[in-house]
């Protein structure tokens, strides 16, 4: 098996469930990461929880310069434009 482009490793799905722990284990030990498909199409992603964590944070770095006041009143004028809950 060959990993794609992220670094996943394509493994379909009637296999995946015959080497479930196998595949596991590769996971948790060696740190691969898998994409699941069935009939040529990706439905699942499985990979380590490290990879939640700098996911996490990655997407934390886009909310450090944001303006929340202008953020707040954004939405709040989007809801009463249309006619949804009321600002507090």
Same mark, same amino acid.
């Given at each position: 098996m060959n990993a794609t482009s992220g670094g996943y490793i394509p493994i379909n799905a009637s296999e995946?469930? !015959?080497? /479930?722990?196998?595949?596991? !284990?590769?996971?948790? /030990?060696k740190k691969e990461k898998f994409v699941v498909k069935k009939s040529g199409? &990706?439905?699942?992603?499985? !990979?380590?929880?490290? &990879? &939640?964590v700098s996911n996490i944070l990655r997407f934390a770095g886009i909310w450090k310069d944001l303006n929340s006041k202008k953020l707040k009143d954004e939405i709040y004028s989007s809801r009463k434009d249309q006619g949804t809950r009321k600002q507090p």
């Open positions: 995946m469930r !015959s080497r /479930l722990f196998e595949i596991l !284990s590769r996971v948790y /030990l199409i &990706d439905v699942a992603k499985i !990979s380590g929880p490290e &990879d &939640d």
